[in-house]
């Protein structure tokens, strides 16, 4: 049986960073998250049984995923008002945009990075899940339907429904503005 | 609706990715995701190396059966009095965390606001026990925003600081006396400290009223840090 080189998380990283910004919906949150997925994995030697390393990964990350959020679920919720958002993110020289358009190329595509993330958070779970699984995480729709537990006719389904609803979400109508930007994200 | 099983309307008509879903494969993980990463899994397989070259060679079984379980539980054993002197148990019997395991935390992001300074200017609302965080305001450092962790039982307070330069630095506080080796035993400016340098991440630790200090920055040299937690210890 083949063991999971921990190397495969270096590998995946950017990949996973993906997965756990579209599940959380912020960069920062996703950040945890994939540093908590590789202290769990790194924990002890991981056994593939015939798993692909990605989707091993990936339905590790998505597990850490659901039991932080139902720890979190259990204590008092935390509001933050918009200035503590705002001191939060603006870390480094060009707060959040800049410091993500250093990484994806320019400040607008780091805002339409933020957006999508944002249209895909906001999808119901399932569809969530099975967006994240096979256009965020590239996995097949049989290695997407063995993650969420359900048939691959299931996630055909709910892909199909998902890329529509992030569609009509980065749509210029419905964002209520009709810029060449928000155009392109069509 | 949610009728899991796709209408003759979505065989028929087939909804490609959004073009912007294409978008998403050049959003690539921030460096410090990156070093945190590669950190934790330099240091696992550090681990499972030492495991490995531990195993004994296989010739004439038979004979190293025995020896084995006799190895076995001398090593048991003396893992656990190294265990007890190395790692002492905390207040709730978990095992206390290393200053290496808990460093990567003072490089994640922040979870909560800047705290703001106490009137004086020199430290911070923020406190671990009865230590004050500082201000470092006039060493060209301001806040940016602080996390609170609990590992392995214990609490850890961390306050974020960048200059000018968008540098940016982590002070946390462990409220236990967290076991620490290696690295390197300096007195700066009156204080003593340690740092363990690991690669691009500097790290310098030091104890204070029962609490473990650590400050940690990537791409600051080690220098600026000592004289940053000399202010501190």
Known sequence: ?186 | MMDDDMTPDEHTHHVDAPEALRALDEVVAPDRLRLAVGEAVADAERVRQRRRSRRPRRFGLALVAGWAVVSVIAFVVLAFLAQSLINPSGRDGTTVPGVRAVAPIALRAATAPAPAARPGGELLVAQAGPIAFPTWTRAGWHTVGARSDTIRGHELQTVFYADAAGRRIGYAIADAQLPVGGGQVVTWRGARLRVLDRGATSVVTWRRDGRTCILAGRGVPAERLLTLASYAA
């Open chain 1, 1 to 186: 049986m083949t063991r999971l080189d921990p190397q495969a998380l270096v590998t995946h990283l950017d990949r996973l960073y993906r997965v756990a910004w579209a599940l959380c919906g912020s960069r920062e949150e996703a950040e945890d998250l994939v540093q908590e997925t590789a202290a769990r994995v790194l924990a002890k030697p991981r056994r593939l049984h015939g798993q692909d390393e990605l989707a091993y990964l990936v339905r590790a990350l998505r597990n850490t995923f659901l039991l932080t959020r139902r720890t979190r679920s259990r204590r008092p919720r935390e509001v933050a008002t918009l200035d503590q958002v705002e001191s939060a993110e603006v870390r480094g020289a060009g707060g959040v945009n800049g410091a993500a358009a250093s990484r994806i190329g320019s400040p607008a595509a780091a805002l339409e990075a933020s957006e999508l993330f944002a249209a895909i958070a906001a999808l119901p779970e399932d569809f969530r899940h099975a967006l994240v699984a096979v256009d965020v995480a590239g996995l097949s729709y049989k290695e997407a339907a063995e993650l969420v537990g359900t048939r691959e006719a299931t996630i055909a389904s709910r892909l199909f429904r998902a890329r529509e609803r992030v569609a009509q979400a980065l749509a210029p109508e419905a964002r209520g503005e009709g810029s060449a930007r928000a155009r392109s994200l069509r």
